[in-house]
């Protein structure tokens, strides 16, 4: 199964600063610096995780910030290869807090009391079709022939996922259920009237729970990761474990970069130790693949302040093909001799220690997914070399 994290920071930053019709919070830094720090967390997520599900809502500000960032043409690339996924967010929920008379008159609070607190929905017809989406970014590009426009077209559109249509509903569900069985308290939140009484600040609190659940049950039905961290997950743990792992990716992988006196993925970036457009060539190298792989696997159950003792108990203890039997030469060549010479396989010929143990045996053993003899180790030397290479 893909490893695919949920990005839904691109179409923030786009209701933010391209079209304004978001807050932005104070002390925010510059619009430059929000944009390279968004790029970076991109940057970061197409070398950890196989593909990335972009949000989008009814004016698709994020793939209109993605083509002008990285260019139509590697965007149609992107699509074309599955890696990412567009998911069209129709589900709405609402929480009625007052009645206001007109739009500059005096917000009546009290009103709100007796009516339920939270109100499930989902957009329009028109707002919920994704040939209208599509339509709706190629509106804000300028120049494109007609031809070009549908062709582009037809390929976005096998990539959009829709959210089941009375999932805003379940969400709301889930929330009540949890606040009439006194399960909200920790969120201040505790059961002593019944939810219609509740006032428009415990009616805040409880969309925002119904919020989150919103979005990790459409997470859980698309099989997503996500780096939010879900401080209520404990009223849906069965699934919550699987979807939070894509934070300790990150955490980890930056936990293990640190162990290695290097910064993280993210900072990498920030740093320009290794340029956005390198990404998209080091997502497909053999180590990183199988680092993929493996962080992605050990993040599930492993807490990232512990990633750092099982990388360095599979790189000092695991033996693997070229540390037994004929391969034993290859022990002289060093850890990082051995990432190098893996990675060059399909351009150098075998050598005769090797085919001598016949080319089926040998070739089930590169095939076989996370081979034996690979660490994550490899992955290290391979960010290095790539550091290096930047730096000439």
């Known amino acids: 199964m893909?490893?695919?994290v949920f990005n839904p920071e691109v179409e923030l930053y786009g209701q933010q600063f391209i079209q304004k019709i978001a807050?932005?919070?104070q002390n925010s830094p510059s619009e430059e610096i929000v944009k390279q720090r968004l790029l970076a967390l991109l940057f970061e997520q197409f070398l950890l995780f196989d593909k990335i599900a972009i949000k989008v809502e009814r004016d698709n500000l994020s793939l209109y910030f993605l083509i002008r960032e990285l260019g139509l043409n590697k965007v149609e690339e992107l699509l074309e290869k599955d890696i990412i996924q567009l998911v069209?967010?129709?589900?709405v929920i609402a929480a009625v807090t007052g009645h206001q008379e007109d739009a500059n008159g005096p917000i009546d609070y009290t009103a709100a009391i007796g009516t339920p607190p939270l109100i499930a929905g989902s957009f329009t017809e028109n707002d919920s079709d994704p040939e209208k989406n599509i339509d709706n970014l190629l509106l804000k590009i300028t120049g494109l022939h007609r031809d070009r426009k549908r062709i582009f077209k037809r390929k976005a559109l096998k990539q959009y996922k829709l959210p089941e249509k009375n999932i805003s509903s379940n969400a709301v569900s889930i929330v009540l259920d949890a606040y009439n069985n006194n399960r909200l308290a920790e969120f201040d939140l505790p059961f002593e009237k019944a939810a219609e009484e509740l006032?428009?600040?415990q009616r805040t609190i409880l969309l925002d729970l119904g919020s989150q659940i919103l979005e990790t049950t459409v997470l859980a039905e698309k099989k997503y990761k996500s780096y939010n961290k879900y401080n209520y997950y404990r009223l849906t743990d069965e699934s919550i474990r699987h979807i939070r792992s894509a934070l300790g990716v990150s955490e980890g992988t930056g936990e293990i970069l640190k162990q290695e006196t290097l910064p993280d993925i993210y900072s990498l970036f920030l740093q320009k130790k290794i340029p956005f457009n390198r990404a998209f060539e080091l997502r497909n190298n053999k180590n990183i693949k199988e680092y993929r792989k493996w962080i992605n696997a050990k993040s599930i159950t492993v807490p990232p302040e512990e990633i750092v003792r099982e990388y360095i108990d599979v790189i000092a203890n695991k033996k693997g093909f070229f540390e037994e039997g004929k391969g034993k030469f290859m022990k002289?060549?060093?850890m990082y001799a051995l990432g190098e010479y893996v990675s060059s396989l399909s351009?150098?010929?075998?050598p005769p220690s090797i085919s001598g143990l016949g080319l089926t045996m040998f070739d089930s053993y590169i095939l076989e997914?996370?081979?034996?003899g690979w660490n994550p180790r490899m992955f290290i030397d391979q960010v290095k070399k790539e550091i290096k290479q930047n730096e000439q």
């Open 23 to 25: 807050p932005i919070p």
């Open 369 to 372: 997914g996370l081979i034996k």
């Open 2 to 4: 893909a490893d695919i």
């Open 199 to 201: 006032d428009s600040t």
């Open 347 to 350: 351009s150098l010929p075998i």
């Open 88 to 91: 069209l967010w129709t589900p």
């Open 332 to 334: 002289t060549f060093g």
